[in-house]
C-alpha cells in the first residue's frame, strides 16, 4: 500500500497558477496510475486528471483540460498537478491517488486504491 502526501494548496487570485504536489512512499511508485481529484464543499468528489505509470498517457476531466497539468517524477516519488487560470469554481479540496491497475482500466472506472488527505485551493474572485 503506497502513502501519498499532498501539498502546495493555498489561496489565489482567479487567473492566477499553482503547483500541487503529492509525494509517494514506497519503491515501486513508478508501477502506479497517478491521479487528482478534487472535492467542493457539499459537492460529489470529482475526478480531475490521471497519469500513467511511464507518463506517456494521460486524461483530464473536460473542466480542466487546457488548464491544468498532470506530469510525475518517478525518481522523487511525486506526482504533480499544474494548475493555471484559475477559477473559482476550481476551489476545493485537492487528493491524489493511486492504483497499481494498468492506466486503461483505472481511467474506465476512474477507480483508485489509495487515497492522500488531500490540500485546499481557494480561488478568490
Known amino acids: 500500500q503506497v502513502q501519498l502526501g499532498e501539498s502546495g494548496g493555498g489561496l489565489v487570485q482567479a487567473g492566477g497558477s499553482l503547483r500541487l504536489s503529492c509525494a509517494a512512499s514506497g519503491r515501486t511508485f513508478n508501477s502506479y496510475t497517478m491521479g487528482w481529484f478534487r472535492q467542493a464543499p457539499g459537492k460529489e468528489r470529482e475526478f480531475v486528471a490521471a497519469i500513467s505509470w511511464s507518463g506517456g498517457n494521460t486524461y483530464y476531466a473536460e473542466s480542466v483540460k487546457g488548464r491544468f497539468t498532470i506530469s510525475r517524477d518517478n525518481a522523487k516519488n511525486t506526482v504533480y498537478l499544474q494548475m493555471n487560470s484559475l477559477k473559482p469554481e476550481d476551489t476545493a479540496v485537492y487528493c491524489c491517488?493511486?492504483?497499481?491497475?494498468?492506466?486503461?482500466?483505472?481511467?474506465?472506472?476512474?477507480?483508485?486504491?489509495?487515497w492522500g488527505q488531500g490540500t485546499q485551493v481557494t480561488v478568490s474572485s
Open positions: 491517488a493511486a492504483d497499481l491497475a494498468p492506466f486503461d482500466t483505472v481511467v474506465a472506472g476512474l477507480s483508485f486504491g489509495s
